[in-house]
Structure formats: structure tokens, C-alpha cells
């Protein structure tokens, strides 16, 4: 018996645009697009009629921007998770759709590769971040955690500086190797740290404890 098909919604203003992303999704294996929406207004209320898997999600559109639909659409549908793909990769796009809940993104030049790659790995409750994405996240990280101007609040739960760190890593979309890189530990160290941070925070997977991270203001 066959699995499920990742059913995929496609938010975009572009006609141009939503025409070839519903073309390009559609030939993906096992992914179907059950709709599309032209604003954040018609995303929402298409989403809640969908119940889709994944959102494919422009930021600048009329009426309501991408980032507020996709607090709406996480706020009302937690296990729907929203990929945004944008023209745009600046500070002012990027943190607030993170914020609102987008747990991927991408820009328009990411190749359909990587685009079916970033929704598989949403459906699997993964984040999937463009490498670029990422670099920004980290040194914004590091420099939060450099700045005396606004020192750190207690960490909550009883977390660690180190799981902190592994924390904030994560809600980079940082696997374990590469977590383990960055802060030149060892794998073993890594999972560990991560085990003591679903267990701190009741986090059962990598979506919820990213989901923690980002309401208690570490990212």
C-alpha cells in the first residue's frame, strides 16, 4: 500500500509564478498541490479548507503579507508547516517569517531539487533552510551571545549555556553533524545535549523544540 501524497498548497501573486510552481510541484513523486492562492488572505482561508501538509509561501503580496498569513496558518493548523520561497533573503524578511512559524526558506533561484527537498523535509517535520539562511542565522546567533549591551536572560528550564547553544542550532535547521562542527564537539556529545534538551523542555521531536526556541526569543 502506497503512502500519502504530501499535499502541497501554493501561495503566490504572480500568476506566472503560481502556474509554474503548480507545474513544477506536481511532477514531484508521492507531493500533489490541492491549491493555489493569489494573497495572504486567500492562503489562509485555503488552508483551512485544505488542511494541506505544506505551504509554499510568497512574503510580498497584497493585503496580507506572507508573514502574517503564516501566523495565521500556524496559529489555527499546527501540523501544517510552511515553506516560504521568496525573491527576498534580508534581515526584514527573513526573522519575521521565522517568527510568525515558517520553518523553511528558500529564494526563487533555489533549483526544483532543493525545492522538493524542502518539502519533504517540512512533511517529515524537519526545517530546511537555504545555506545562506543559515550563515545569517548563526551570526546573528553569535552575535547576540557577543553583545554587553543586552546580556542574556537566565536560560529557562534549567538549560545550559552549551544546550542553549545546541538549542539555537537547531532552530537553524542544523543537523547533528553539523552542530557538532560547528561547536567542535563530538557526535556522541551532540546527541546527548540534544536528548537533555527534549527531556528540559518536553520537546518530542526537532519541530517542537524549534517551536520552543523561537517562543522564548533564543532566535
Request: aromatic share 4%; glycine share 6%.
Amino acid at each position: 500500500m502506497s503512502e500519502p501524497s504530501i499535499r502541497v498548497l501554493i501561495a503566490d501573486d504572480q500568476r506566472v509564478v503560481r502556474d509554474g510552481l503548480t507545474m513544477l510541484v506536481g511532477l514531484i513523486d508521492g507531493v500533489e498541490v490541492v491549491g493555489t492562492a493569489s494573497d495572504g488572505m486567500e492562503a489562509v482561508a485555503a488552508a483551512e479548507r485544505e488542511h494541506p501538509d505544506v505551504v509554499l509561501m510568497d512574503l510580498r503580496m497584497p493585503g496580507m503579507e506572507g508573514a502574517e498569513a503564516t501566523h495565521h496558518i500556524r496559529e489555527s493548523l499546527p501540523e501544517t508547516q510552511v515553506l516560504v520561497l521568496t525573491t527576498y533573503a534580508d534581515d526584514q524578511s527573513l526573522f519575521p517569517a521565522l517568527q510568525a512559524g515558517a520553518r523553511g526558506y528558500l529564494t526563487k533561484d533555489a533549483s526544483a531539487e532543493e525545492i522538493e527537498q524542502a518539502i519533504r523535509a517540512l512533511a517529515a517535520g524537519r526545517t530546511h533552510l537555504d545555506p545562506a539562511i543559515q550563515q545569517r542565522l548563526v551570526a546573528a546567533v553569535l552575535a547576540a551571545q557577543t553583545s554587553v549591551a543586552h546580556p542574556p536572560l537566565s536560560p529557562p528550564d534549567d538549560l545550559s549555556p552549551r544546550e542553549v547553544e545546541v538549542l539555537k542550532l537547531i532552530a537553524a535547521g542544523f543537523s547533528n553533524n553539523e552542530i557538532a562542527t560547528t561547536l567542535f564537539l563530538s557526535n556522541a556529545t551532540v546527541k546527548t545535549h540534544v536528548n537533555r534538551i527534549f527531556s528540559k523542555t518536553g520537546a518530542r521531536d526537532r519541530a517542537q523544540a524549534v517551536r520552543y526556541a523561537y517562543q522564548h526569543g533564543m532566535v
